[in-house]
């Protein structure tokens, strides 16, 4: 591994001046499940390694307060599939944390590396798109607030700043009852990347939400407001119509080794049928409690 | 700026023993393991986390040495497979792994053992499925894997008795 400036700020005022000064020759530092591979190969040469964990603004912290639960950046994949916040109001998203990689990975990957890595196949994102999360950014100018639909740009790019970074990520606790779930299809069970990811949510107002990655540049979000994915009674080629105006966003690429697009388009079309019947059955489990 | 290895001081506790450190921020806390402390039980394998052959225990949870700078360990408790053994007496899951064959080459096993013990200390009576989702960052090429999820089910029977 090359050697660089390590930095390792206590206040966000620190950092934010670290990167403003600094800008395009740093890279921030979180968990490292992915940037210490790269600076290991190489394929990431930064001349100063900014780590994050220090600053008491990005701790890893889940909160909830007037319908917004508030997840610090440095919070660890383990410790989102355990809180009973995220279980009870965003199960897919704990579902999807539950996925990441092994128990060791778990313990150390970030939510906010891994949105910020923007990786297609990122497992968290289709749930973060589904339940309409944004991302808190700090920068120069101070903070502002992104819409986690317009973060993503394509693989390896968010519409962060070179000298912003990100502090949170807030979930509006659903207005109405929701069931939702995150699907995934790797190569192999255990800890492999996924070759698709889909999480799907409906809601009492019969909203479906669909959000799938890892099949282009970028996870993708769609809704259903015809609200015929979430009535029972529609016949199913009705539904197959709306799914599949749903997907006209998948380009899985040719080149990739982990799956071909033809697998990945079939594979996101079962998942796509098998959620959306997962989400409308916990919505009814839901709906059953209440009662 | 490239050229000069930068260093830093740091604090940390190995095994219950108190180590005070210049390490270079370009280590990972698995070259400080084995390089400056000698502590070679940690294997060096795959060092892309796939593998879990370099898995200790940091401030309680097991993670892949060779994913995390040895700075970003500063201040933290560590436990190396060197720390299962008390005086002399290896822990039940050592002792189980030599009773149930898990060992054959036996590069893997120090991280199996630490995976297996963190899994053991949050759930202390897994069945198969969670001992198999517990160990799946720890690869075994010599193909034991029934071996040791055998061992680590003796170990959580042999508590609940």
């Given at each position: 591994m090359r050697t660089f400036a390590y930095e390792r700020p206590v206040s966000l005022a620190d950092a934010v001046a670290l990167l403003d000064s600094h800008g395009p020759s740093t890279r921030l530092l979180a968990g490292g499940t992915d940037l210490i591979i790269r600076l290991r190969d190489g394929s990431a040469r930064p001349g100063m390694v900014i780590d994050v964990k220090r600053i008491p603004e990005l701790c890893p912290e889940i909160r909830e307060r007037d319908g917004v639960l508030t997840i610090g950046a440095t919070t660890v994949m383990a410790d989102l599939a355990a809180n009973g916040l995220v279980r009870r109001h965003f199960e897919a998203l704990a579902e999807a944390a539950s996925v990441v990689g092994s128990v060791q990975i778990r313990n150390r990957a970030t939510i906010a590396g891994n949105i910020c890595n923007a990786?297609?196949?990122?497992?968290?994102a289709p749930p973060l798109l589904v339940y309409g999360a944004v991302v808190v950014a700090a920068g120069p100018h101070g903070s502002r607030r992104i819409p986690i639909s317009e973060f993503f740009v394509r693989s390896g790019l968010t519409s962060l700043e070179p000298n912003e970074l990100v502090v949170a990520i807030e979930l509006p606790v659903p207005a109405s009852l929701t069931g939702a779930v995150h699907l995934r299809r790797t190569?192999?069970?255990?800890?492999d990347l996924a070759s698709v990811t889909l999480c799907c949510s409906v809601n009492e107002a019969g909203v479906t939400r669909l959000a799938y990655g890892s099949v282009g540049p970028k996870p993708v979000l769609e809704q259903d407001e015809t609200h015929v994915l979430a009535n029972p009674s529609a016949p199913d080629d009705a539904k197959q119509v709306v799914l599949e105006r749903m997907f006209a966003e998948a380009s899985p690429s040719k080149r990739s080794m982990r799956a071909s697009p033809e697998y990945r388009m079939a594979m996101l079309r079962l998942l796509g049928s098998r959620a959306m019947r997962t989400a409308i059955e916990r919505l009814a489990e839901k709906r059953g409690a209440q009662a | 700026m490239s050229g000069v290895i930068k260093t830093l001081p740091i604090e940390i506790t190995v095994n219950g023993r108190r180590r005070t450190l210049e390490v270079a921020v370009h280590h990972t806390l698995l070259d400080v393991l084995r390089e400056d402390l000698e502590l070679t039980g940690t294997k060096e394998c795959c060092l892309v986390g796939e593998c879990g052959a370099c898995t200790v225990m940091v401030d309680g949870r097991i993670v892949d040495s060779c994913l995390m700078l040895a700075v970003e360990a500063d201040g933290a408790e560590i436990l190396t497979v060197e720390g299962l053994a008390r005086d002399g007496h290896l822990n039940p899951l050592q002792q189980a792994f030599l009773d149930k064959g898990a060992v054959q080459c036996g590069f893997c096993t120090p991280g199996q053992l630490m995976a297996a013990q963190a899994l053991l200390v949050e759930n202390p009576h897994p069945n198969v499925a969670e001992v198999q989702e517990g160990l799946a960052g720890n690869l075994c090429r010599c193909g034991c894997y029934y071996q040791i999820f055998e061992a680590v089910l003796s170990v959580a029977e042999a508590g609940s008795r």
């Open positions: 990786s297609p196949a990122a497992d968290t190569r192999r069970r255990g800890h | -």
